[in-house]
């Protein structure tokens, strides 16, 4: 799960991790008063404007309405309301969130780090994730902070340095010191950076998180180390244990069918396809998808109705692979083990039954446990399904659909 910039940043403080401050709003009027709190509490001038979605590159992207930057500079107090107008209520369009970009419904103000001194602001960037490979979590850091990291890996990979912790020992003082000197720091930005690191290490171990992104970490002109911009994300199975996190959820950011198959306890993931597929199993799904690919077709969407696919989940299914308006056909992959085909046959009738209209031609593939059985039940109820019982023969009258 994604949360915003400024609920994480809250969450990283409150592990001790050294943050730039700021206020959340989501008004213009709001943001003003945002901005008079955080100069009673800094003694900020300037301030950042920070558009709040679930999404990166905001600095570089802009507000389709009215040409800002989602991330801008106000130098006094006046600027601020007129500045967070000009990104509260648009829709942000980076390139993380495709053309169609995303509706910014809060703004984060926050003080300006950015501040002159007797020595240049430098960024960096920092993350922690799961290496799967090896089972350890890694910590990743670079001089080229502010800049997107793939690039970073593409030209210049021998500028991010690498440190694995191992899990029964935990991260160790040498490790921290280690990618503080590989970050070319000295002095007090060293021991900020080294107490940042092991800070930020604890909220991830507690926080059960599967990624943290901080770009850029900032060491000020007056040396301290703080985190300008915080990217995390929860692991979902480990939400159960975080209920004041899993609160944090922003059901806006997510996509609507995505969320409506949640609830129904369907396991869905939108894609771009025209082949809309419903199967039990995520292993056969995937080998569905592929099936279809095979077929000249792209895949509409992964979901798996689970093992005990009945009349309900069948039509929670189709009703939202329907709503999927680039859906040109359904080709629905049972396997009937534990439940039985003809059951399945019967659940894919009535639910068509239930939903009417539909006008997309379905394929429904139903092999195991009486699946003759199925395939009668299907053809005997005179709707315009498609019955097969072996997969190539299935993939075929996909292909016969679509041409
Ligand atoms: P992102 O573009 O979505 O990754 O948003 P960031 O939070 O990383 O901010 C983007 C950029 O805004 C940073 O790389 C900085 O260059 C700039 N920025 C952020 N905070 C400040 C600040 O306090 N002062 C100034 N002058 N620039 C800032
Ligand atoms: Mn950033």
Sequence with gaps: MNIHEYQAKEILKSYGVTIQEGVVADTPDKAVEAAKELNRETGTEWYVIKAQIHAGGRGKGKVNETGSNGVVLAKSLDEVGPKAKDILGGTLVTHQTGAEGKKVNKVLIAQDVYYPGESDPKEYYLSILLDRGTGKNVIMASTEGGMDIETVAEETPDKIVKEWIDPAVGLQGFQARKVAFSLGLEGDAFKGMVKFIFALYKAYEATDASQFEINPVLKTSDNKILAVDAKVNIDDNALYRHKDIAELRDLTEEDPLEVEAGKSGLNYVKLDGNVGCMVNGAGLAMA?????????????NFLDVGGGANAQTVE?????????PNVKAILINIFGGIVRCDRVANGVVEAYKNIGDINVPIIVRLQGTNAEEGAKIIEDSGLKVTSAIVLKDAAEKVKEVLS
Excluded: Q
């Design 316 to 324: 929670a299914g189709f009703r939202i692979i329907l709503k999927d």
């Design 288 to 300: 569905t998808m592929d099936i279809i690919k095979l077929s000249g077709g792209e895949p509409a």
